[in-house]
């Protein structure tokens, strides 16, 4: 099949335009040309136009789809399956916010005033999280696409942090630990286990009083969960470290929690985007990575060899689906090539 511009534009849907620029820019050019010379569209450019019109859809900018594509081959199959998953997160998304409207409706229909919670929760799932998520993003937000499924369940989690902080209970009583564990496995559930999700989500959470207002998680809830979950972490280490090694580590761990979030964020970014370990943006990641385990590790080598032990053999020390082995191996890698550049290099 040999496609004019003009026709291609019409059987695509986009403008004669668009298919100018995106050949302006090296994106797509025609790899054909007619006997009276006119450029034309073969079937693989066809197939590189689906990745690029695909990967805009998953958010990916114009100035970096180049770099995808110049990158390891991107199967179409893999892609087209992953639209196929983007469009059922999609359509159960709208398929909530319909079953909330649907409500609302029936309520108004029958001379009823809507429940103001029940409206305020729809308005939210109508505006709050487009100030925060794209719509591919909302779209692998289970949080969000199933909300009504889990909203319960978050409830209750809620009410036993609460009845233990009544009761004055202890973050290190193993009931406050065993809750925080369940917590944070649930947080993995309900972000697809992604650090950008949870990044912005943990924004929005801190940005929107209306948030902690409607789902009771408070400032004081949050700081409960995480000593809860600090004490799980130290119990772990005291089966690697010495008296005065657990002492700086207990004085240290959790100082700079808030900065691991938007981190793994940005490492998950970049990892998404292709980038390779040894590229200038891995070793900035790599550097300030260092910099926060050093926070609570030390300086002396050997005490931070004993907790890369506990962080490679324990899993409990890892936020559950957050920090894969994938990532690991990111950092891992860009550590050694930033090594490897500060060691002095042989004579000529």
């Given at each position: 099949?040999?496609?004019?511009?003009?026709?291609?534009?019409?059987?695509?849907?986009?403008?004669?335009?668009?298919?100018?620029?995106?050949?302006?820019?090296?994106?797509?050019?025609?790899?054909?040309?007619?006997?009276?010379?006119?450029?034309?569209?073969?079937?693989?450019?066809?197939?590189?136009?689906h990745?690029i019109?695909?990967?805009?859809?998953?958010?990916?900018?114009?100035?970096?789809?180049g770099?995808?594509?110049?990158?390891?081959?991107?199967?179409?199959?893999?892609?087209?399956?992953r639209?196929?998953?983007?469009?059922?997160?999609?359509?159960?998304?709208?398929?909530a916010?319909?079953?909330?409207?649907?409500?609302?409706?029936?309520?108004?229909?029958?001379?009823?005033?809507?429940?103001?919670?029940?409206w305020?929760?729809?308005?939210?799932?109508?505006?709050?999280?487009?100030?925060?998520?794209?719509?591919?993003?909302?779209?692998?937000?289970?949080?969000?696409?199933?909300?009504?499924?889990?909203?319960?369940?978050?409830?209750?989690?809620?009410?036993?942090?609460?009845?233990?902080?009544?009761?004055?209970?202890s973050?290190?009583?193993?009931?406050?630990?065993?809750?925080?564990?369940?917590?944070?496995?649930?947080?993995?559930?309900?972000?697809?286990?992604?650090?950008?999700?949870?990044?912005?989500?943990?924004?929005?959470?801190?940005?929107?009083?209306?948030?902690?207002?409607?789902?009771?998680?408070?400032?004081?809830?949050?700081?409960?969960?995480?000593?809860?979950?600090?004490?799980?972490?130290?119990?772990?280490?005291?089966?690697?470290?010495?008296?005065?090694?657990?002492?700086?580590?207990?004085?240290?761990?959790?100082?700079?929690?808030?900065?691991?979030?938007?981190?793994?964020?940005?490492?998950?970014?970049?990892?998404?985007?292709?980038?390779?370990?040894?590229?200038?943006?891995?070793q900035?990641?790599?550097?300030?990575?260092?910099?926060?385990?050093?926070?609570?590790?030390?300086?002396?080598?050997?005490?931070?060899?004993?907790?890369?032990?506990?962080?490679?053999?324990?899993?409990?020390?890892?936020?559950?689906?957050?920090?894969?082995?994938?990532?690991?191996?990111?950092?891992?890698?860009?550590?050694?090539?930033?090594?490897?550049?500060?060691?002095?290099?042989?004579?000529?």
């Amino acid at each position: 099949m040999l496609l004019k511009i003009g026709e291609l534009a019409r059987r695509s849907g986009l403008t004669v335009r668009t298919l100018h620029h995106y050949d302006g820019i090296g994106l797509l050019s025609p790899s054909a040309r007619s006997d009276a010379g006119y450029r034309l569209y073969n079937e693989a450019d066809i197939a590189r136009l689906h990745r690029i019109l695909a990967l805009r859809r998953f958010g990916v900018a114009l100035a970096e789809i180049g770099t995808y594509l110049s990158g390891p081959d991107l199967p179409l199959a893999s892609l087209v399956e992953r639209q196929i998953t983007m469009l059922t997160q999609q359509i159960a998304q709208a398929d909530a916010l319909r079953n909330r409207l649907l409500r609302l409706q029936g309520q108004l229909d029958q001379g009823q005033h809507p429940d103001p919670a029940d409206w305020l929760t729809t308005l939210e799932h109508m505006t709050m999280y487009d100030n925060y998520f794209t719509q591919e993003e909302l779209a692998q937000l289970p949080l969000y696409t199933e909300a009504e499924k889990v909203e319960g369940e978050w409830q209750a989690l809620v009410a036993e942090v609460r009845a233990l902080m009544d009761a004055g209970t202890s973050p290190a009583d193993a009931k406050a630990r065993s809750l925080a564990k369940r917590w944070m496995a649930t947080v993995a559930r309900d972000t697809d286990a992604n650090p950008i999700l949870f990044a912005k989500l943990n924004t929005m959470h801190e940005q929107e009083p209306a948030v902690q207002e409607r789902t009771s998680v408070t400032s004081q809830v949050m700081s409960f969960i995480l000593a809860a979950t600090r004490e799980n972490q130290l119990a772990v280490y005291e089966r690697y470290l010495d008296a005065d090694e657990m002492a700086f580590v207990r004085a240290n761990l959790g100082k700079r929690n808030a900065e691991w979030p938007p981190l793994l964020a940005r490492v998950r970014t970049a990892m998404d985007a292709g980038s390779a370990p040894d590229s200038p943006e891995a070793q900035a990641l790599a550097r300030d990575w260092f910099d926060l385990f050093r926070s609570y590790a030390g300086d002396h080598p050997a005490t931070q060899h004993k907790i890369r032990q506990a962080l490679e053999n324990e899993p409990e020390l890892k936020q559950p689906g957050m920090v894969d082995e994938r990532m690991i191996g990111f950092i891992r890698a860009a550590m050694q090539s930033l090594q490897s550049m500060r060691r002095p290099q042989p004579a000529p």
